[in-house]
């Protein structure tokens, strides 16, 4: 008995890793509505919600003119992330699982482009960040994943 | 006969002398009156800037404006080195350094520490990627124009030091010679700081500045204004008012092989440095360094910046087509080149500038770079940024015409920057 308490509790206590584990850290592009919350969190930002035509906005907003907007269809998806601040955000955060993908097409990149902008654009995935230092901003979203009547000039 | 010699030489000696007293007297304010005291030398403020193929390690630059930067350990007058090819950019604040170059030149500048005794570290936000390395201090001499002590960053393209914090260059470190086709980057912008009281204030600390523990854990904090890499323009003891990048016209717009300017230092403050009497059009910045941009007729505009750190006119016209060629991604390759664009410039609506300039059109070609001079250093219609949400006034810009850059608080004339001025 005293045996099967203490498998279940370590049992449990896996689980609960795996459970934080498995939780992609604040996974925003992809991710869900749950993961805005962990970007906001992790900026120390508040998070505000305004409904749009065919998607939610969700906006951060945090220290020194931080703003970081997530586009977030009706099944709930983050199809797109915009920002603009003082400093480049956690690009592997808010990229979540499109990160690797990311990184790829940047590193396929040769020679580098102008330090003022970077584009990477592949069928599945556009990032697009440009600036200086002290204000830098920028998008990425899934091309496929805009709402039917959305323009990719939205994504702003 | 040796003698009359000696007499005859010795005179000569005296005439020659005489006449050197009067040339001297002359040049330097000779009519001062009957007291006789000379004025002083002027301080030497001009650097020549040549946009060439780029450094030795890292040939295939295109529009990148290069100085020759003397460094010092701070307070040495041995421990020096003068390092070439240092990238002229009006578009950040503050000199930073190649590891592996500073190496090469055998020069080691004091690291610094912070409060703690931890190691100061920075992650410095650039357009396209970030820096990671240590702050340091040295002396910064060009022309003749020295900041004593001041700090800088070490690009830590060897990765010698503690590693870049995970959140730290996701969008890519360009840490190397061959990301910035520089051996370092001479950042002469508006501010005096690279972030100011962003970073400098006790909320929650931006991931800019970072102590590092001798085992390598970096940990965000807030920093001083003047332990922050310093702009050293604005750090000289004369002519640190502002700047004026004066570059020369291209030859051929489709690709020169190098072009020459002049960095000049102060504004107002010597008779090379005046502001133009009439003709110049003055730009308030913000708090970011901007103004403000309408291109080519649009109801809204974005935030412009003159900006000799890009290779390019960089800015959102999805009309224009973009280049499908490997050598040119990431610019514009319009069809029917060269596009004429207009775009126009205002100030700031916030800013701290005392500067209230009428907003003034800018016309600009776009040529298709496709059809460009093959291995050219310098090109005038290159462009480039589709999605951008801003205007970047990039080198293309400053070809042909002088551009004044006035320091945040300091003055000339009438006018207190930060502000742009052409």
Request: hydrophobic share 40%; charged share 10%; proline share 5%.
């Given at each position: 008995m005293f045996k099967d308490l203490y498998l279940n509790r370590v049992a449990a206590a896996l689980l609960?890793?795996?459970?934080?584990?498995?939780?992609?850290?604040?996974?925003?592009?992809?991710?869900?509505?749950?993961?805005?919350?962990?970007?906001?969190?992790?900026?120390?930002?508040?998070?505000?919600?305004?409904?749009?035509?065919?998607?939610?906005?969700h906006v951060i907003a945090a220290a020194a003119g931080t703003r970081i907007a997530e586009f977030i269809d009706s099944d709930g998806r983050v199809f797109a992330v915009t920002w603009t601040g003082p400093v480049m955000p956690d690009l592997r955060a808010l990229l979540g699982t499109h990160y690797a993908a990311f990184a790829a097409a940047l590193a396929a990149q040769s020679p580098r482009p102008p330090h003022a902008a970077l584009r990477v654009a592949t069928p599945g995935l556009v990032v697009e960040t440009g600036g200086h230092m002290r204000a830098v901003s920028g998008r990425a979203y899934l091309p496929g994943g805009l709402p039917a009547d959305m323009a990719v000039s939205d994504v702003r | 006969m040796y003698a009359e010699s000696r007499r005859c030489a010795a005179a000569v000696r005296t005439a020659l002398a005489a006449v050197l007293l009067g040339l001297i007297a002359g040049c330097f304010g000779g009519k001062g009156g009957p007291s006789g005291v000379t004025q002083p030398l002027p301080t030497l403020n001009v650097v020549t800037i040549t946009v060439d193929s780029g450094p030795a390690t890292a040939t295939g630059a295109i529009n990148r404006p290069y100085v020759t930067v003397h460094v010092c350990a701070a307070g040495s007058?041995?421990?020096?080195?003068?390092?070439?090819?240092?990238?002229?950019?009006?578009?950040?604040?503050?000199?930073?350094l190649v590891r592996s170059t500073l190496t090469a030149a055998a020069l080691t500048l004091a690291p610094q520490t912070d409060a703690q005794g931890n190691a100061l570290e920075e992650c410095a936000t650039f357009g396209s990627g970030q820096t990671w390395g240590p702050i340091a201090r040295a002396d910064i001499t060009l022309a003749g124009e020295t900041a004593a002590g001041i700090p800088l960053q070490v690009l830590d393209d060897t990765q010698s030091g503690a590693p870049a914090p995970a959140t730290c260059g996701a969008s890519g470190?360009?840490?190397?010679?061959?990301?910035?086709?520089?051996?370092?980057?001479?950042?002469?912008?508006?501010?005096?700081?690279?972030?100011?009281?962003?970073?400098?204030?006790?909320?929650?600390?931006?991931?800019?500045y970072y102590g590092c523990t001798a085992a390598g854990v970096c940990t965000a904090e807030n920093v001083a204004v003047a332990a922050q890499v310093t702009n050293p323009a604005w750090a000289f003891a004369t002519d640190n008012n502002g700047v004026i990048v004066s570059m020369a016209n291209l030859q051929d717009a489709n690709g020169d092989a190098s072009a020459q300017g002049q960095l000049i230092f102060g504004l107002g403050t010597q008779a090379d440095n005046a502001l133009p009497g009439?003709?110049?059009?003055?730009?308030?910045?913000?708090?970011?360094?901007?103004?403000?941009?309408?291109?080519?007729?649009?109801?809204?505009?974005?935030?412009?910046?003159?900006?000799?750190?890009?290779?390019?006119?960089?800015?959102?016209?999805?009309?224009?087509?973009?280049?499908?060629?490997?050598?040119?991604?990431?610019?514009?390759?319009?069809?029917?080149?060269?596009?004429?664009?207009?775009?126009?410039?205002a100030s700031a609506a916030q800013t701290a500038a005392s500067v209230s300039g009428a907003a003034g059109t800018v016309t600009f070609a776009v040529g298709d770079p496709d059809s460009f001079v093959a291995n050219a250093a310098a090109y005038g219609g290159l462009a480039g940024g589709a999605g951008a949400t801003r205007f970047n006034w990039g080198m293309p810009f400053f070809y042909g015409r002088p551009v004044y850059i006035g320091f945040e608080g300091r003055s000339v004339t009438s006018f207190t920057g930060p502000f742009y001025g052409y």
């Open positions: 609960g890793i795996a459970a934080v584990c498995i939780q992609p850290a604040h996974a925003a592009l992809g991710g869900d509505a749950a993961s805005v919350d962990e970007d906001a969190a992790a900026v120390a930002g508040t998070h505000s919600v305004s409904p749009r035509q065919g998607y939610d906005l | 007058s041995t421990q020096c080195a003068n390092i070439d090819h240092v990238l002229v950019d009006t578009g950040s604040w503050g000199l930073r470190l360009i840490n190397g010679v061959a990301d910035w086709a520089a051996n370092g980057v001479l950042g002469i912008g508006v501010f005096a700081q690279d972030c100011g009281m962003n970073c400098a204030g006790t909320g929650a600390p931006l991931p800019v009439s003709g110049l059009q003055l730009l308030g910045a913000d708090a970011n360094g901007d103004f403000q941009t309408t291109y080519n007729g649009a109801s809204v505009s974005v935030p412009g910046l003159l900006d000799t750190g890009s290779d390019s006119y960089l800015f959102d016209d999805p009309t224009i087509q973009v280049c499908t060629s490997a050598a040119w991604v990431g610019y514009y390759c319009p069809a029917n080149a060269p596009l004429v664009r207009t775009a126009i410039n």
